[in-house]
């Protein structure tokens, strides 16, 4: 079993949609959670970045995590063409950082 | 403020042959981290050093070594390459060591090898 679980997709969606992207993970040791954005033949740009369990918003993205669950969730509303790339999950227990295989998103206007 | 760098951009090397890659930090932050993306896939953690030291380690073998710099700049060195070691290699850096810090990520290297 991977460390990091993560829909690859490809996920289509019209320009303005709200697109949910998710991961699950099986270590309970993880504790700081990130999602990444990145476009084709670049390096992963970091979008956001959350301790424990809860919400965090900046403009239109909203990270959540659920301990509980060992789920995470990154919410994009009013989706732009610009936001077509691939999203990254990323987590770790303290040290090490473990990513999920990304979700390839586009956004179709 | 600069941002990650990594040189060279692109790689062709043949199979046994070994390569160096190379790395600076963004202004500030003294931890840099490895990683290997097959296309299609995550980034994979090779290693991590802080203040010069390898600070953690993924699997991969010994034949992936590295170093950092007292300007915290850093180089990954691969030896005896293998086809499978074909990817692009990120660096990213961040303020400290431990999850609990936030990386950034350079722009990566493509290697390929024949």
């Known amino acids: 079993q991977k460390e990091v679980e993560q829909d690859p997709g490809p996920l289509s969606v019209p320009e303005g949609a709200i697109v949910s992207l998710n991961c699950t993970y099986s270590n309970s040791a993880f504790q700081y959670f990130m999602w990444y954005r990145q476009y084709s033949r670049k390096g992963p740009e970091l979008l956001m970045y959350?301790?424990?369990?809860g919400n965090k918003e900046d403009g239109r993205f909203t990270a959540q995590v659920d301990k509980s669950s060992k789920y995470i969730s990154l919410f994009i509303r009013d989706s732009q063409p610009s936001d077509s790339a691939t999203y990254l999950c990323a987590m770790s227990p303290g040290n090490q950082f473990y990513f999920g295989t990304g979700t390839s998103l586009t956004v179709i206007p | 403020e600069t941002g990650v760098t990594q040189s060279p951009t692109h790689l062709i090397k043949t199979r046994g042959q070994q390569v160096t890659l190379r790395c600076s930090s963004q202004s500030g932050h003294n931890t840099v981290s490895w990683y290997q993306q097959a296309l299609g896939q995550g980034p994979q953690f090779i290693f991590q050093y802080y203040r010069e030291e390898e600070n953690g380690r993924g699997n991969f073998p010994p034949r992936f070594s590295g170093l950092q710099f007292p300007n915290y700049s850093s180089e990954l060195n691969v030896n005896a390459l293998e086809l499978d070691d074909s990817a692009l290699y990120l660096c990213?850096?961040?303020?400290?060591?431990?999850?609990?810090?936030?990386?950034?990520f350079g722009p990566g290297t493509r290697l390929t090898v024949t």
């Open positions: 959350t301790y424990s369990s």
């Open positions: 990213a850096s961040s303020w400290t060591s431990g999850g609990a810090n936030e990386q950034y």
